[in-house]
């Protein structure tokens, strides 16, 4: 992970490494800023949709003990969001460098649609 600093706030940029580490250990809340259509093809499992065009910053859940974490396609989305995230007076907030590409090219768990029946599968990791 490495931060970076937007007006005297922080933006920390997490790789799929420090992402899957902290979902193992309960410690993040990781939202998935992209359409509900691809969310609902794959996403990362136990990620909530809060997807860009409709983002609200003053509806994000606390972050308390557990961090915030934001994830798009490929880093871009998340980090639009994250910066609006920072201008509406929050402090702090993470994203996924890479999205949910990277965590595909690493081989992590994610969660997938069968196209064929429309049952949830297991995928990577």
């Known amino acids: 992970m490495h931060t970076e600093n937007i007006n005297g706030k ?19 809340v990781l939202i998935d800023v992209r359409t509900p259509q691809e969310y609902m093809f794959e996403h990362i499992h136990g990620a909530l949709l809060a997807p860009m065009a409709g983002f609200d910053p003053d509806c994000m859940p606390p972050q308390g003990d557990r961090q915030i974490v934001l994830h798009c396609g490929s880093g871009m989305r998340s980090r639009k969001v994250a910066e609006a995230y920072l201008a509406a007076g929050h402090d702090r907030i993470a994203h996924l460098d890479g999205g949910f590409a990277a965590w595909k ?6 969660t997938s649609t069968d196209p064929a029946t429309g049952a949830l599968r297991r995928m990577g990791g």
């Open 105 to 110: 090219t690493a081989a992590k768990p994610y």
């Open 10 to 28: 922080t933006l920390e940029h997490w790789d799929v490494n420090d992402l899957e580490a902290a979902l193992k250990a309960h410690s993040v």
